[in-house]
């Protein structure tokens, strides 16, 4: 079966340019989640959606960040404006439900440099 | 909340001599558990997970990990490495329950291990 897919790769921007990200989930699976991914740390979640619905956004910077998942499939994240801070790896993961005990797939990533 | 400890930031080692990558959590819940390897570049892949059951979880290469719930440990083992292996491992952990219905995971900074030929 196919994996998550991520676009673009790599990106480089100056800041306080825009940006945004796709990810197009495992068929099927209910459940999609954005980490932002900062170099020498652990991934850490900035949104998690139940087909096209938030579940938790709680650590999602909500005045420059948003992300959608209009038919429940595939999903956007966005930063307007970027900083220099929000330099790091977006992942996108999907599992089949939201229960815990449910494994996250994850995607290869996109790579942000903001310059 | 959770908090996950891996205490080594980088682990060196030689091909085929064992390996033990160190990782403990923080929660006032129960949790489940998991081990996550990343090869450059590319996304996180599932080692393994302790969910309920037998403490020793056996997972994907020849990785094994032991849960100690008293220790509130869950140290991932092998006992031959190979250059393959090469790659950064991330411990992480999620609430069995969540009244909001989020599970999501939290992570360690993750284990850098090198194999050296």
């Known amino acids: 079966e196919a994996g998550v897919a991520q676009s673009p790769r790599y990106k480089i921007i100056e800041k306080r340019q825009s940006v945004a990200f796709w990810c197009n989930p495992i068929?099927?699976?209910?459940?999609l989640y954005w980490y932002q991914q900062i170099l020498g740390q652990g991934p850490k979640l900035l949104i998690q959606?139940?087909?096209?619905?938030?579940?938790?956004d709680s650590q999602l910077p909500k005045d420059r960040f948003s992300a959608e998942r209009l038919k429940g499939v595939d999903s956007t994240l966005k930063i307007q404006p970027a900083k220099l801070e929000d330099s790091a790896v977006y992942l996108c993961?999907?599992?089949?439900?939201?229960?815990?005990?449910?494994?996250?797939?994850f995607g290869p990533g996109t790579r942000l440099t903001v310059l | 909340a959770q908090s996950v400890t891996q205490l080594d930031s980088q682990v060196p080692v030689f091909e085929e001599a064992p390996v033990e990558l160190r990782c403990n959590y923080s929660?006032?819940?129960?949790?489940?558990l998991f081990w996550y390897v990343q090869y450059p570049n590319q996304g996180l892949q599932l080692l393994l997970k302790?969910?309920?059951?037998?403490?020793l979880v056996k997972g994907i290469n020849g990785f094994e990990a032991e849960f100690n719930k008293s220790q509130t440990s869950f140290h991932l083992r092998k006992p031959s490495v190979h250059i393959s292996d090469t790659a950064e491992y991330f411990c992480?952990?999620?609430?069995?329950?969540?009244?909001?219905?989020?599970?999501?995971?939290?992570f360690g900074k993750g284990t850098k291990l090198s194999v050296i030929p």
């Open positions: 993961a999907s599992s089949l439900d939201r229960g815990s005990g449910n494994e996250q797939f």
């Open positions: 068929s099927g699976h209910a459940t």
């Open positions: 959606f139940q087909n096209n619905g938030v579940v938790d």
């Open positions: 929660s006032s819940v129960s949790v489940y």
């Open positions: 302790y969910l309920s059951g037998s403490t």
């Open positions: 992480a952990v999620t609430p069995t329950h969540s009244g909001a219905g989020s599970y999501q995971l939290t």
